[in-house]
């Protein structure tokens, strides 16, 4: 909600695609345009074909926008703040791990499990 207060002082248009209407930020003069519906790939592309915004701030909406930041990205949606590439930097453990080791940062050991047969 902090993010649309700011960007409306800035003179800027401002959507809000929220699923979850249950929350404060549902208030219909938080921003120009409000959407209640699901946060996905397809959706919002939905939405950001229809409205032609300057771009999607991913970074305020939690988990769920961080999962389609990359897909977003190659359907050369613009994204404005944290870039996808670092999204999936940090969320991928892999890339994040290897990381941590280029710059020194000394991490646990640590490994992926896929079935419990193998963390036995």
């Not at 930097?89 to 000394?106: M, P």
Request: charged content about 25%.
């Amino acid at each position: 909600v902090s993010c649309l207060c700011e960007l409306r002082k800035l003179g800027k248009k401002t959507i809000m695609l929220n699923y979850n209407p249950e929350t404060v930020s549902t208030d219909y003069d938080m921003s120009d345009r409000l959407y209640f519906e699901e946060i996905s790939f397809e959706s919002v592309m939905d939405i950001y074909d229809h409205e032609s915004p300057e771009g999607i701030i991913l970074s305020m909406g939690g988990q769920l926008p961080n999962n389609i930041a990359m897909d977003l990205h190659r359907q050369q949606a613009r994204i404005l703040g944290t870039s996808p590439e670092s999204v999936d930097g940090a969320e991928n453990r892999f890339k994040f791990s290897r990381l941590l080791d280029r710059i020194g940062i000394s991490q646990p050991r640590w490994k992926e499990l896929t079935n419990l047969q193998s963390a036995i």
